[in-house]
T-cell receptor
Framework: GAGVSQSPRYKVAKRGQDVALRCDPISGHVSLFWYQQALGQGPEFLTYFQNEAQLDKSGLPSDRFFAERPEGSVSTLKIQRTQQEDSAVYLC?????????????FGPGTRLTVL | GENVEQHPSTLSVQEGDSAVIKCTYSDSASNYFPWYKQELGKRPQLIIDIRSNVGEKKDQRIAVTLNKTAKHFSLHITETQPEDSAVYFCAASPGFGNEKLTFGTGTRLTIIP
């Protein structure tokens, strides 16, 4: 079936602009994660949803970052008043709930460049 | 919180030889240790994982070993091929795949033909 998809794939924003990044998880996957990957680094956890509930947002770097998943499927990561340090690849991953389906499958990412 | 260290940061191996990448973790509550391969500009893809009730797991040319006492785990790739060239990330999680992953900093593996 279809994997995790993200849009847009590339986003260029001027400093101070707001951006919204979308994630479409694998159908039926209950868990959804957002990670931030800076150039040359490993992904870093931002936030986690189980269905529509945001269970962990401890990785969000500031209150400019906000994520939602209102119907328990598609998720949006919003960054307000973007700063240059927000430039990174934002990865979304989804996961089933039990047994052998608890692998996290990643999307292709959105590369955000803030000028 | 969990801290995962990964070594080496770069590794060059002659085609056909073996490659070994090592990771250590800090949180004894971690139970799940996946390895992801990421090609340039592509998404991370799971290549193998291991859970804390198992000491070793093998899948064709790829194997992972886990030492819970020492809090370290390693990726072994045998008979390396040019298509193995990529960045490899280890990760650890307190639960299984459905909890947040803490990643290492990555190893850039280059296979020399």
């Amino acid at each position: 079936g279809a994997g995790v998809s993200q849009s847009p794939r590339y986003k260029v924003a001027k400093r101070g602009q707001d951006v919204a990044l979308r994630c479409d998880p694998i159908s039926g996957h209950v868990s959804l994660f957002w990670y931030q990957q800076a150039l040359g680094q490993g992904p870093e956890f931002l936030t986690y949803f189980q269905n529509e509930a945001q269970l962990d947002k401890s990785g969000l770097p500031s209150d400019r970052f906000f994520a939602e998943r209102p119907e328990g499927s598609v998720s949006t990561l919003k960054i307000q008043r973007t700063q240059q340090e927000d430039s990174a690849v934002y990865l979304c991953a989804s996961c089933g709930t039990s047994g052998s389906t608890d692998t996290q499958y990643f999307g292709p990412g959105t590369r955000l460049t803030v000028l | 919180g969990e801290n995962v260290e990964q070594h080496p940061s770069t590794l060059s191996v002659q085609e056909g030889d073996s490659a070994v990448i090592k990771c250590t973790y800090s949180d004894s509550a971690s139970n799940y240790f996946p390895w992801y391969k990421q090609e340039l500009g592509k998404r991370p893809q799971l290549i193998i994982d291991i859970r804390s009730n198992v000491g070793e797991k093998k899948d064709q040319r790829i194997a992972v070993t886990l030492n819970k006492t020492a809090k370290h785990f390693s990726l072994h790739i045998t008979e390396t091929q040019p298509e193995d060239s990529a960045v490899y990330f280890c990760a650890a999680s307190p639960g299984f795949g459905n909890e947040k992953l803490t990643f290492g900093t990555g190893t850039r593996l280059t296979i020399i033909p």
